[in-house]
């Protein structure tokens, strides 16, 4: 069974709200997750790093106030895409490594901004 | 940086045979892990294979093979006697010696399809 666990699967929300995204480990503890970002027919480009207990590290790139991060726990982080518009439509997807060269993926997030 | 390669952006075999998947990258390290990741129509990413920069043989899990050659910076997914259910989207990636603290580096992904 999946041992990452990402919610919601998808969300649809109007241009202007806020959107949050759950990342949890399952079955171990994660003091680091990551968080990708993937378009359609594209790769997955890394957002940012969620670290346990301190601040989130960004790729150059990501606008730190629009993608918020919070590793509130050894099993939660939390994608919080703020004042979303339709350019932030896009799949998310969160990672976690249970050990060295051993990380699981959740299952995505489909975001459309209408 | 390091960047990862990938030249096929799509791949048709027939069921059954053998199909190889090209990968090269750049880096400036000398210890590193490559993967190799499938990427279904469910989009959930699921590892195929991977490689330890360090060692020199070539990993293998089942069907799938990989050729690593460090020198050229080569990491290439052999799969043999391909299956139905190995269509996807398949997407090379590297990791820095971190002990996982570092995400991974993708390619722009092959899709592949196995035809019946």
């Known amino acids: 069974g999946a041992v990452v666990s990402q919610h919601p699967s998808w969300v649809i929300c109007k241009s202007g709200t806020s959107v949050k995204i759950e990342c949890r480990s399952l079955?171990?503890?994660?003091?680091?997750m990551f968080w990708y970002r993937q378009f359609p027919k594209q790769s997955l480009m890394l957002m940012a790093t969620?670290?346990?207990?301190?601040?989130?590290?960004?790729e150059q790139g990501v606008e730190k106030d629009k993608f918020l991060i919070n590793h509130a726990s050894l099993t939660l982080s939390t994608l919080t895409v703020t004042s979303a518009h339709p350019e932030d439509s896009s799949f998310y997807i969160c990672?976690?490594?249970?050990?060295?060269?051993?990380?699981?993926f959740g299952q995505g997030t489909r975001l459309t901004v209408v | 940086a390091q960047t990862v390669t990938q030249s096929q952006p799509e791949m048709s075999v027939q069921e059954a045979e053998t199909v190889t998947l090209s990968c090269t990258y750049d880096?400036?390290?000398?210890?590193?892990?490559l993967f190799w990741y499938k990427q279904p129509p469910s989009r959930q990413m699921i590892l195929v294979i991977r490689?330890?920069?360090?060692?020199?043989q070539n990993a293998t899990e089942n069907r799938f093979s990989v050729n690593f050659q460090k020198a050229a910076k080569s990491f290439s997914l052999k799969i043999s006697d391909s299956q139905l259910g190995d269509t996807a989207m398949y997407f090379c990636?590297?990791?820095?010696?971190?002990?996982?603290?570092?995400?991974?580096?993708f390619g722009k992904g092959t899709h592949l399809i196995i035809q019946p």
């Open positions: 079955d171990f503890q994660a003091t680091t």
């Open positions: 969620s670290n346990e207990g301190s601040k989130a590290t960004y």
């Open positions: 990636a590297f990791m820095k010696p971190s002990g996982g603290a570092d995400g991974l580096t």
């Open positions: 990672s976690a490594p249970r050990r060295v060269l051993e990380a699981f």
């Open positions: 880096t400036s390290e000398n210890n590193y892990y």
């Open positions: 490689q330890e920069a360090y060692k020199q």
